[in-house]
């Protein structure tokens, strides 16, 4: 056995709270003393309301000279045959049950006294009970004894005063003193990002690392579509991670995203996830039919999506203490993802902590690419948030200090969303080397009409713009990541040999040459070489894409 926790109080305390939430967030099992007198009673055909439950305990005291917690407890331990188990007691009562358990010395025991001032105790108990049936607060405490409060005082390895706390202030402190917090400098979470201006591949290559993670973490809103090659064949993800039908990860939509329900709760159900693995941040901003139409006027000027994330995000601004703003929480359809109430289920934070605890493995993927930023991007020709390693840490609730790997993902000729329509002067944004896609696949040996076909966007299906690689973005953006790793995707588009690479040394030498010269100006090696995305029949046949050259794996030791 790990740790039996011994919780003692007056009764209102918050002995039951304390407990339960060790139980329900913190995996100890939970000795409810109350509980086994009802079984207890049951068993002797006594009666089970609280007056003939404490008479039972007094019963039980002396017939087993207060033995009977301690063996109760131990009896409870011997059943599980765990040698990680760790348990609560709620509550001990008198300073004899407390001996029993300091008596045996391989018992790890840590005792847990709460108090407070009588005048609060007693209020919370009264605002617990039905006014007219309650029994005085004195005679139904459990503790009698002054000499066992005194015992409980020099005993205990951890006094609180829970008088201005309420449970969740009291875990705080409790779970502090016994070490169930992790450590500010566990590192287990690495994230992806693009570096360019999105459509780097960043789902295909998070499908693929997804196998090895225990937890996916995803922001940004459905303007960022996400298409996967995967065992059931392509889907596009919006709003859940990449990857999500093929794993069994834990998955969270963080704080910070942008999601249009009736879309959401589709991909949901595409996928099969079922809601003991989806976790969505109750303070997920929701997108209302009025934002996808508040952005035609941007989808005109600059070749917006118009899928509303940049409105609604807008709107969370503009519209604070307003009827007109719901969140994920207000969303009766999405309660099996939030939950209901405080603590929501669904808190991406509350998530996290258990992930850091437990030293798990956690993937964040990022969305769209760093010269989208709308503070580093080339202004308008923007999105509608920061999409650099520090804006996608922020939107997850993750601090920098549990950032383990950064992994980049870029293309060799970057891509924008083709120009707006009706109007010659209005643009996407510019591309400093804009050349064509026929010119490209001439270049590099592939079918041209194919790749045109291929090169749509995900969300829109709008005809891309395409340039040749801009190796002072691409610094830029390593600048504002500073990536532990690069990753490379569509290497055909550099010869359209790489398409049959299975290996490195299989690429072509302008490859190979490309690939270290991407690692002499991001000071970081590439990990990862996507060689191409299969499509219709080819979709069917060796879907391995992936060259793998990294020296770590996700798995935390």
């Given at each position: 056995?790990?740790?039996?926790?011994?919780?003692?109080?007056?009764?209102?305390?918050?002995?039951?709270?304390?407990?339960?939430?060790?139980?329900?967030?913190?995996?100890?099992?939970?000795?409810?003393?109350?509980?086994?007198?009802?079984?207890?009673?049951?068993r002797?055909?006594r009666?089970?309301?609280?007056?003939?439950?404490?008479?039972?305990?007094?019963?039980?005291?002396?017939?087993?000279?207060?033995?009977?917690?301690?063996?109760?407890?131990?009896?409870?331990?011997?059943?599980?045959?765990?040698?990680?188990?760790?348990?609560?007691?709620?509550?001990?009562?008198?300073?004899?049950?407390?001996?029993?358990?300091?008596?045996?010395?391989?018992?790890?025991?840590?005792?847990?006294?709460?108090?407070?001032?009588?005048?609060?105790?007693?209020?919370?108990?009264?605002?617990?009970?039905?006014?007219?049936?309650?029994?005085?607060?004195?005679?139904?405490?459990?503790?009698?004894?002054?000499?066992?409060i005194?015992?409980?005082?020099?005993?205990?390895?951890?006094?609180?005063?829970?008088?201005?706390?309420?449970?969740?202030?009291?875990?705080?402190?409790?779970?502090?003193?016994?070490?169930?917090?992790?450590?500010?400098?566990?590192?287990?979470?690495?994230?992806?990002?693009?570096?360019?201006?999105?459509?780097?591949?960043?789902?295909?290559v998070?499908?693929?690392?997804?196998?090895?993670?225990?937890?996916?973490?995803?922001?940004?809103?459905?303007?960022?579509?996400?298409t996967?090659?995967?065992?059931?064949?392509?889907?596009?993800y919006?709003?859940?991670?990449?990857?999500?039908?093929?794993?069994?990860?834990?998955?969270?939509?963080?704080?910070?995203?942008?999601?249009?329900?009736?879309?959401l709760?589709?991909?949901?159900?595409?996928?099969?996830?079922?809601?003991?693995?989806?976790?969505?941040?109750?303070?997920?901003?929701?997108?209302?039919?009025?934002?996808?139409?508040?952005?035609?006027?941007?989808?005109?000027?600059?070749?917006?999506?118009?899928?509303?994330?940049?409105?609604?995000?807008?709107?969370?601004?503009?519209?604070?203490?307003?009827?007109?703003?719901?969140?994920?929480?207000?969303?009766?359809?999405?309660?099996?993802?939030?939950?209901?109430?405080?603590?929501?289920?669904?808190?991406?934070?509350?998530?996290?902590?258990?992930?850091?605890?437990?030293?798990?493995?956690?993937?964040?993927?990022?969305?769209?690419?760093?010269g989208?930023?709308?503070?580093?991007?080339?202004?308008?020709?923007?999105?509608?948030?920061?999409?650099?390693?520090?804006?996608?840490?922020?939107?997850?609730?993750?601090?920098?200090?549990?950032?383990?790997?950064?992994?980049?993902?870029?293309?060799?000729?970057?891509?924008?969303?083709?120009?707006?329509?009706?109007?010659?002067?209005?643009?996407?944004?510019r591309?400093?080397?804009?050349?064509?896609?026929?010119?490209?696949?001439?270049?590099?040996?592939l079918?041209?009409?194919?790749?045109?076909?291929?090169?749509?966007?995900?969300?829109?299906?709008?005809?891309?713009?395409?340039?040749?690689?801009?190796?002072e973005?691409?610094?830029?953006?390593?600048?504002?990541?500073?990536?532990?790793?690069?990753?490379?995707?569509?290497?055909?588009?550099?010869?359209?040999?790489?398409?049959?690479?299975?290996?490195?040394?299989?690429?072509?030498?302008?490859?190979?040459?490309?690939?270290?010269?991407?690692?002499?100006?991001?000071?970081?090696?590439?990990?990862?070489?996507?060689?191409?995305?299969p499509?219709?029949?080819?979709?069917?046949?060796?879907?391995?894409?992936?060259?793998?050259?990294?020296?770590?794996?996700?798995?935390?030791?």
């Open positions: 056995m790990d740790q039996v926790v011994l919780i003692s109080g007056h009764l209102g305390a918050g002995k039951s709270g304390l407990a339960r939430i060790l139980e329900s967030e913190f995996d100890y099992l939970r000795f409810s003393s109350s509980e086994f007198l009802r079984q207890e009673a049951t002797r055909g009666a089970l309301d609280r007056k003939s439950l404490q008479e039972l305990g007094d019963i039980l005291d002396r017939e087993t000279d207060d033995a009977w917690l301690y063996r109760a407890v131990c009896k409870m331990a011997q059943s599980q045959r765990n040698s990680l188990l760790r348990i609560v007691v709620d509550s001990v009562r008198t300073r004899k049950q407390l001996e029993h358990f300091r008596q045996d010395h391989a018992l790890p025991c840590v005792h847990v006294h709460l108090y407070g001032q009588t005048v609060a105790l007693r209020k919370r108990f009264h605002e617990r009970q039905d006014r007219d049936a309650a029994p005085d607060y004195v005679e139904a405490d459990l503790i009698k004894s002054e000499k066992d005194e015992g409980f005082k020099g005993d205990a390895d951890l006094r609180v005063n829970t008088t201005k706390n309420d449970n969740r202030d009291t875990i705080a402190r409790v779970a502090a003193s016994l070490g169930l917090f992790s450590a500010p400098d566990v590192r287990c979470v690495d994230v992806l990002v693009g570096g360019q201006y999105g459509s780097e591949g960043k789902g295909h998070v499908a693929y690392l997804a196998k090895e993670y225990d937890v996916l973490v995803r922001v940004g809103g459905p303007n960022a579509g996400h996967v090659l995967g065992p059931r064949g392509q889907y596009t919006h709003h859940l991670p990449s990857g999500s039908m093929d794993v069994n990860a834990k998955l969270l939509l963080g704080p910070g995203m942008t999601m249009f329900v009736p879309d709760l589709k991909e949901i159900a595409d996928c099969g996830v079922q809601p003991d693995r989806l976790f969505i941040d109750p303070h997920a901003m929701i997108i209302e039919q009025a934002d996808k139409e508040a952005e035609a006027r941007v989808k005109s000027a600059i070749a917006s999506t118009a899928s509303g994330s940049g409105a609604a995000a807008a709107r969370r601004i503009n519209d604070r203490g307003l009827t007109t703003v719901r969140l994920a929480k207000d969303v009766p359809e999405l309660a099996p993802y939030v939950g209901e109430k405080e603590p929501y289920r669904g808190s991406t934070m509350r998530q996290l902590e258990i992930a850091y605890r437990k030293r798990q493995s956690v993937l964040l993927e990022g969305t769209q690419g760093s989208l930023s709308i503070f580093h991007g080339s202004y308008p020709h923007v999105t509608s948030r920061d999409t650099n390693v520090a804006g996608c840490l922020a939107e997850a609730g993750i601090s920098p200090n549990r950032v383990r790997r950064v992994l980049m993902v870029v293309r060799p000729t970057p891509i924008r969303v083709g120009d707006p329509d009706g109007d010659q002067n209005a643009t996407s944004g591309l400093k080397h804009q050349t064509s896609f026929r010119e490209i696949a001439d270049e590099v040996e079918d041209a009409e194919e790749m045109e076909k291929n090169e749509k966007t995900s969300t829109t299906r709008r005809n891309r713009r395409v340039g040749w690689f801009e190796w973005q691409f610094r830029q953006a390593c600048a504002l990541n500073a990536p532990t790793d690069i990753v490379l995707a569509f290497a055909d588009y550099l010869h359209g040999k790489n398409r049959d690479a299975r290996r490195f040394e299989q690429l072509s030498a302008k490859t190979i040459n490309f690939v270290e010269e991407l690692e002499r100006v991001a000071q970081a090696p590439v990990s990862l070489i996507n060689t191409r995305f499509r219709g029949p080819d979709a069917e046949g060796d879907i391995r894409t992936i060259i793998d050259r990294r020296n770590w794996t996700a798995r935390v030791s």
